[in-house]
């Protein structure tokens, strides 16, 4: 059984840091991508940065020079460092594993930053 857990989320005040991790156990099979994604209250889910299996790297425009998304371990872990963190990146965040045996999800961790 797969399992997705998220890490290393707390409260931070206005221009601090913090550092996210998710880890996948059991057999996902072949990775096209991970990323994380958050979602705000009253809000949609949104991408906010993601590895794909070639290689690439997407950020929101809004996390762009402030986070960095890293991999280890074969790909089934994966970071998010944040910094010059906003009260604008409270949310939860979730980390996400797209494979050839379907999409898995963690079950978030929440990140508040206070102004």
Request: aromatic letters at 12%; one cysteine or more.
């Amino acid at each position: 059984q797969v399992q997705v857990v998220e890490s290393g989320g707390g409260l931070v005040q206005d221009g601090g840091f913090l550092r996210l991790s998710c880890a996948a156990s059991g057999y996902i099979g072949g990775i096209s991508a991970v990323g994380w994604y958050r979602q705000a209250p009253d809000k949609q889910r949104e991408l906010v940065a993601r590895i794909t299996g070639g290689g690439s790297i997407d950020y929101a425009d809004s996390v762009k020079g402030r986070f960095t998304i890293s991999r280890a371990n074969a790909w089934k872990t994966v970071y998010l460092q944040m910094n010059s963190l906003k009260p604008d990146d409270t949310a939860v965040y979730y980390c996400n594993f797209a494979t050839t045996r379907g999409n898995y999800w963690g079950q978030g961790t929440q990140v508040t930053v206070s102004s």
